[in-house]
């Protein structure tokens, strides 16, 4: 009996000192990094198309990444409304994804780099949804917008950019290749547009039927919900713009070119005068003049419409001198003018709106449907033919037009699956889809296939992005950004994820916009995880023996 | 007045039942996560556009003034305009609707049509090896998704034999007057047959199934062989006899089937590009059209309390033992 109880006496005695040298450690290390500074769980917002398995994968190696630097990740998978809750709405995030649309008037770098950056856009409903707020910043992207000489203008974008890489309040991802398959025997001279592919308005003018079938169909993923020139939607302004005409569109290289505006001229860097075409008509026969215009800019600020507001509150007085020239009057110089308001706000007719909403059954002017009562009426270079919902809208060319197509037709045909988008363009019923938004692997092979069948690839204007919460910690640290962005490899997401179907975002501006593209923005992903370390360990971050990160001295959630 | 009680009774229990769907149905959206203006949102847009167009759709008001509104708006017969559309969504859902119908309620009467001929046929020559070929390939089609079969019918007859046309509900380019003009052309039956046939494959296996498993039963019956004892003739008995009492499940799943015929495929339409309102409700629900998605859910909700109310009394009516208590 004795010796069984110095067996266990024997056993448990290094036992007991085991576990109270543990507990010795432990608190010693707890001393070490109180619990307080441990960094939380990040909330990790992606947006997650289901039929998007390039954009899934991106994220997987986000979070992996993040991870890596001893960051706890409480990823979040939801739809686009659900992202943008978040991020826009609630500013409930650390991390979140979103894209960008690749649209003309996204082409002038000024929107983006004012919208997403811009201190003023940090409140509610703005678009500065990172809550970055840097006066430095603020300072170059307003005298940027002022700036009326080109070169002068350059080095502030640049100087834009290169304070946007350096902060990563936003890390732009990658710039998606806009994808346009076309059926190359039937129809040439699609213009490709930089950083749109070829769905732009000099392509639906120039395309030319090679067979007796001049009716081009295109063929089109979404559902179009209403046709009004006052109306934000993607699908909604690809028909506006085909169906009114702007005083100037942004052209194939991105600069803007004359278009209902044959010429204009600086009187004054707040004094613009706008030359417009003569002898050019509306569908319903009446003239367009300079009264239109003029109508036009003042018919938005007064009625505050939502959509183009922001495009023309710059302006301070539009006047008429004669029937065809129209001379806008700033607040204060704008060099955005041209490519922003001039390219998007559409020249409506008079005669039609000047009774909207007064005389129609709707309280406010972008919620009218024309097309109820016939009455889509505009300058461009097709008319509204007919429209049936979720099948297909037909435009007929407007032969009188200044850049008359030369076919009789355009069709928007509603193809919502990718296998008939395909199939269909190979059979011929389709003869372009402007914008194919699924896999782009398996669209090239079926090209390189078809001998019929032609491929556009042009890097998006628009992009895929991480934004970064900047108002609560630890994201508020700069540091801590840049350490995040130098793990998270662009050239990595670019080249093995979307495997070349998209290009490195290095800035907000697109590569190819010239001269507005700044090539030497610091890219932090040079560094690797072992310097995004150091880096954070040099700001004072430490890791406990799980790997996982707190903050510096001092600092808490 | 027994059965009159009854049905009043089942009429009132119906519309409850309809008014705690409404009830239901408009929370419900409102949980999922979003907002109905996230699609409006785009860079182009000042920062204060956004509280406008909440005001103007009326999503500025706390949930329980939006939730009243809706309910009084409902009793007036005024379902809301489309966030999406900015039309009334009546307007929309049956716009939708009717190129779902034209589709699902013609698949759906071929398919019972010839569900119940299969069906009686199959259990004819039951023990035969028809019996067997016939079962195994209406349980393949059975239970192979809709819009797989869908996708091989469009790649075999659209584009490799050039037969039908891929996809949409009527010839590209082509002006109709209305939709009776549209529906009652060449062109329209054209695009018809591939997601009427792919329809039927799947629809056509249960009354099928049912009408023979249920002709199984009731030709055990005593009285089937009473009737046979009288020395009746065996299509006569088969016809009068068996299959009047045999047809009973079919006929009361034919008519919950109808209900579903409101919902449409959207499967289907998705691979043909049919403009149905499968395609809209789920469109309506991603993008938080409220009205839209409410108004879709509450027809079909209705018409699925109404066939079912209908399945009943057609029960009562063409089975003698079903007794009103």
Same mark, same amino acid.
């Given at each position: 009996?004795?010796?069984?109880?110095?067996?266990?006496?024997?056993?448990?005695?290094?036992?007991?000192?085991?576990?109270?040298?543990?507990?010795?450690?432990?608190?010693?290390?707890?001393?070490?990094?109180?619990?307080?500074?441990?960094?939380?769980?990040?909330?990790?917002?992606?947006?997650?198309?289901?039929?998007?398995?390039?954009?899934?994968?991106?994220?997987?190696?986000?979070?992996?990444?993040?991870?890596?630097?001893?960051?706890?990740?409480?990823?979040?998978?939801?739809?686009?409304?659900?992202?943008?809750?978040?991020?826009?709405?609630?500013?409930?995030?650390?991390?979140?994804?979103?894209?960008?649309?690749?649209?003309?008037?996204?082409?002038?770098?000024?929107?983006?780099? /004012?919208?997403?950056?811009?201190?003023?856009?940090?409140?509610?409903?703005?678009?500065?949804?990172?809550?970055?707020?840097?006066?430095? %910043?603020?300072?170059?992207?307003?005298?940027?917008?002022?700036?009326?000489?080109?070169?002068?203008?350059?080095?502030?974008?640049?100087?834009?950019?290169?304070?946007?890489?350096?902060?990563?309040?936003?890390?732009?991802?990658?710039?998606?290749?806009?994808?346009?398959?076309?059926?190359?025997?039937?129809?040439?001279?699609?213009?490709?547009?930089?950083?749109?592919?070829?769905?732009?308005?000099?392509?639906?003018?120039?395309?030319?039927?090679?067979?007796?079938?001049?009716?081009?169909?295109?063929?089109?993923?979404?559902?179009?919900?209403?046709?009004?020139?006052?109306?934000?939607?993607?699908?909604?302004?690809?028909?506006?713009?085909?169906?009114?005409?702007?005083?100037?569109?942004?052209?194939?290289?991105?600069?803007?070119?004359?278009?209902?505006?044959?010429?204009?001229?600086?009187?004054?860097?707040?004094?613009?005068?706008? /030359?417009?075409?003569?002898?050019?008509?509306?569908?319903?026969?009446?003239?367009?003049?300079?009264?239109?215009?003029?109508?036009?800019?003042?018919?938005?600020?007064?009625?505050?419409?939502?959509?183009?507001?922001?495009?023309?509150?710059?302006?301070?007085?539009?006047?008429?001198?004669?029937?065809?020239?129209?001379?806008?009057?700033?607040?204060?110089?704008?060099?955005?003018?041209?490519?922003?308001?001039?390219?998007?706000?559409?020249?409506?007719?008079?005669?039609?709106?000047?009774?909207?909403?007064?005389?129609?059954?709707?309280?406010?002017?972008?919620?009218?449907?024309?097309?109820?009562?016939?009455?889509?009426?505009?300058?461009?270079?097709?008319?509204?033919?007919?429209?049936?919902?979720?099948?297909?809208?037909?435009?007929?060319?407007?032969?009188?037009?200044?850049?008359?197509?030369?076919?009789?037709?355009?069709?928007?045909?509603?193809?919502?699956?990718?296998?008939?988008?395909?199939?269909?363009?190979?059979?011929?019923?389709?003869?372009?889809?402007?914008?194919?938004? %699924?896999?782009?692997?398996?669209?090239?092979?079926?090209?390189?296939?078809?001998?019929?069948?032609?491929?556009?690839?042009?890097?998006?204007?628009?992009?895929?992005?991480?934004?970064?919460?900047?108002?609560?910690?630890?994201?508020?640290?700069?540091?801590?950004?840049?350490?995040?962005?130098?793990?998270?490899?662009?050239?990595?997401?670019?080249?093995?994820?979307?495997?070349?179907?998209?290009?490195?975002?290095?800035?907000?501006?697109?590569?190819?916009?010239?001269?507005?593209?700044?090539?030497?923005?610091?890219?932090?992903?040079?560094?690797?995880?072992?310097?995004?370390?150091?880096?954070?360990?040099?700001?004072?971050?430490?890791?406990?023996?799980?790997?996982?990160?707190?903050?510096?001295?001092?600092?808490?959630? | 007045?027994?059965?009159?009680?009854?049905? @009043?009774?089942?009429?009132?229990?119906?519309?409850?039942?309809?008014?705690?769907?409404?009830?239901?149905?408009?929370?419900?959206?409102?949980?999922?996560?979003?907002?109905?203006?996230?699609?409006?949102?785009?860079?182009?847009?000042?920062?204060?556009?956004? !509280?406008?167009?909440?005001?103007?759709?009326?999503?500025?008001?706390?949930?329980?003034? !939006?939730?009243?509104?809706?309910?009084?708006?409902?009793?007036?017969?005024?379902?809301?305009?489309?966030?999406?559309?900015?039309?009334?969504? @009546?307007?929309?859902?049956?716009?939708?609707?009717?190129?779902?119908?034209?589709?699902?309620?013609?698949?759906?009467?071929?398919?019972?049509?010839?569900?119940?001929?299969?069906?009686?046929?199959?259990?004819?020559?039951?023990?035969?090896?028809?019996?067997?070929?016939?079962?195994?390939?209406?349980?393949?089609?059975?239970?192979?998704?809709?819009?797989?079969?869908?996708?091989?019918?469009?790649?075999?007859?659209?584009?490799?034999?050039?037969?039908?046309?891929?996809?949409?509900?009527?010839?590209?380019?082509?002006?109709?007057?209305?939709?009776?003009?549209?529906?009652?052309?060449?062109?329209?039956?054209?695009?018809?047959?591939?997601?009427?046939?792919?329809?039927?494959?799947?629809? @056509?296996?249960?009354?099928?199934?049912?009408?023979?498993?249920?002709?199984?039963?009731?030709?055990?019956?005593?009285?089937?062989?009473?009737?046979?004892?009288?020395?009746?003739?065996?299509?006569?008995?088969?016809?009068?006899?068996?299959?009047?009492?045999?047809?009973?499940?079919?006929?009361?799943?034919?008519?919950?089937?109808?209900?579903?015929?409101?919902?449409? @495929?959207?499967?289907?339409?998705?691979?043909?590009?049919?403009?149905?309102?499968?395609?809209?409700?789920?469109?309506?629900?991603?993008?938080?059209?409220?009205?839209?998605?409410?108004?879709?859910?509450?027809?079909?909700?209705?018409?699925?309390?109404?066939?079912?109310?209908?399945?009943?009394?057609?029960?009562?009516?063409?089975?003698?033992?079903?007794?009103? !208590?």
């Amino acid at each position: 009996m004795k010796n069984f109880l110095k067996v266990r006496w024997a056993g448990i005695l290094p036992c007991m000192v085991f576990v109270f040298l543990m507990m010795v450690c432990t608190t010693a290390s707890a001393g070490d990094l109180p619990k307080e500074r441990l960094v939380r769980t990040l909330r990790f917002v992606a947006y997650s198309p289901g039929e998007e398995k390039n954009i899934a994968e991106a994220h997987k190696f986000i979070a992996g990444q993040v991870k890596k630097l001893g960051f706890q990740i409480d990823f979040k998978p939801m739809l686009r409304s659900g992202v943008l809750q978040n991020m826009w709405f609630t500013r409930n995030f650390d991390l979140g994804t979103l894209w960008l649309t690749g649209r003309p008037t996204r082409v002038d770098p000024n929107m983006i780099l /004012y919208k997403l950056y811009h201190s003023e856009q940090d409140r509610p409903g703005g678009y500065n949804w990172a809550g970055y707020r840097n006066p430095e %910043y603020d300072r170059a992207v307003d005298a940027s917008a002022n700036a009326m000489d080109q070169e002068e203008r350059k080095k502030l974008i640049w100087k834009c950019q290169e304070i946007a890489a350096r902060d990563v309040p936003i890390l732009t991802l990658v710039h998606q290749m806009n994808l346009s398959p076309y059926n190359n025997k039937k129809w040439a001279g699609f213009v490709n547009m930089l950083g749109n592919g070829l769905k732009n308005v000099w392509s639906w003018t120039q395309a030319k039927p090679l067979t007796k079938d001049r009716t081009l169909v295109v063929g089109y993923h979404h559902d179009v919900g209403v046709l009004n020139p006052l109306t934000a939607h993607e699908n909604n302004l690809m028909i506006c713009r085909t169906v009114y005409d702007t005083l100037v569109k942004v052209g194939p290289d991105g600069h803007p070119k004359p278009w209902l505006a044959q010429s204009w001229k600086y009187l004054s860097p707040t004094e613009v005068e706008f /030359y417009l075409r003569k002898g050019h008509k509306f569908h319903d026969g009446k003239p367009v003049t300079a009264r239109d215009v003029k109508f036009t800019f003042d018919y938005i600020l007064a009625k505050k419409i939502p959509y183009h507001y922001d495009a023309c509150k710059i302006i301070k007085e539009t006047k008429v001198i004669d029937d065809h020239t129209v001379r806008v009057i700033l607040h204060h110089p704008f060099a955005p003018l041209l490519g922003h308001t001039g390219e998007q706000v559409f020249i409506l007719p008079e005669h039609i709106w000047k009774d909207v909403p007064e005389k129609t059954n709707v309280d406010k002017a972008w919620m009218w449907i024309p097309t109820a009562e016939g009455k889509l009426i505009g300058s461009g270079f097709l008319k509204f033919a007919h429209w049936r919902k979720g099948d297909e809208i037909k435009l007929e060319v407007n032969k009188e037009h200044f850049f008359a197509p030369e076919y009789e037709a355009r069709i928007l045909k509603i193809v919502p699956s990718p296998e008939a988008l395909l199939g269909r363009l190979k059979r011929g019923e389709l003869h372009i889809v402007a914008d194919y938004p %699924y896999d782009g692997v398996a669209l090239k092979k079926l090209c390189d296939a078809e001998p019929n069948l032609s491929l556009t690839m042009e890097p998006s204007v628009g992009w895929y992005e991480l934004a970064f919460n900047c108002r609560k910690p630890p994201l508020d640290d700069v540091v801590v950004r840049r350490a995040m962005a130098a793990v998270i490899s662009r050239d990595v997401i670019a080249k093995n994820i979307w495997k070349g179907f998209a290009i490195p975002a290095y800035t907000p501006t697109h590569p190819m916009l010239k001269p507005w593209y700044y090539p030497d923005a610091i890219r932090w992903e040079k560094l690797g995880l072992k310097g995004a370390k150091e880096m954070l360990a040099k700001a004072g971050y430490e890791w406990d023996s799980k790997g996982r990160i707190y903050y510096p001295e001092g600092k808490t959630n | 007045m027994n059965v009159l009680r009854f049905f @009043s009774r089942r009429l009132f229990h119906s519309i409850f039942v309809f008014l705690a769907l409404l009830t239901f149905i408009f929370f419900i959206f409102r949980l999922m996560p979003g907002d109905p203006t996230a699609l409006f949102i785009s860079p182009e847009m000042a920062a204060d556009a956004i !509280q406008e167009i909440q005001k103007t759709f009326g999503l500025d008001r706390p949930l329980y003034i !939006q939730y009243f509104l809706y309910v009084i708006n409902v009793c007036r017969g005024n379902f809301g305009i489309s966030y999406y559309f900015f039309e009334p969504a @009546s307007r929309v859902v049956f716009e939708h609707l009717w190129n779902t119908l034209v589709l699902t309620i013609t698949a759906m009467c071929l398919s019972y049509l010839v569900g119940v001929l299969v069906g009686t046929l199959l259990a004819w020559k039951r023990g035969t090896l028809f019996e067997l070929g016939g079962m195994v390939s209406v349980l393949i089609l059975r239970s192979a998704p809709v819009f797989w079969v869908g996708l091989i019918f469009l790649y075999i007859f659209a584009f490799k034999l050039h037969i039908f046309p891929g996809g949409s509900m009527a010839e590209t380019g082509e002006f109709y007057g209305g939709f009776l003009e549209m529906v009652l052309s060449w062109e329209f039956l054209h695009h018809l047959v591939l997601p009427l046939v792919s329809m039927m494959c799947y629809f @056509s296996g249960l009354p099928v199934l049912l009408t023979r498993s249920s002709i199984l039963e009731v030709i055990k019956e005593d009285y089937v062989e009473m009737a046979r004892a009288k020395g009746i003739g065996a299509r006569r008995v088969m016809f009068r006899h068996v299959t009047r009492t045999a047809i009973l499940p079919v006929v009361t799943a034919f008519a919950t089937a109808i209900a579903y015929a409101f919902e449409g @495929s959207v499967l289907i339409e998705v691979v043909f590009s049919w403009p149905g309102i499968g395609r809209l409700m789920v469109m309506s629900m991603l993008g938080n059209d409220y009205p839209v998605a409410q108004f879709a859910f509450m027809i079909l909700a209705a018409m699925m309390i109404l066939m079912n109310l209908l399945a009943d009394f057609l029960y009562a009516y063409l089975d003698p033992r079903v007794v009103v !208590q």
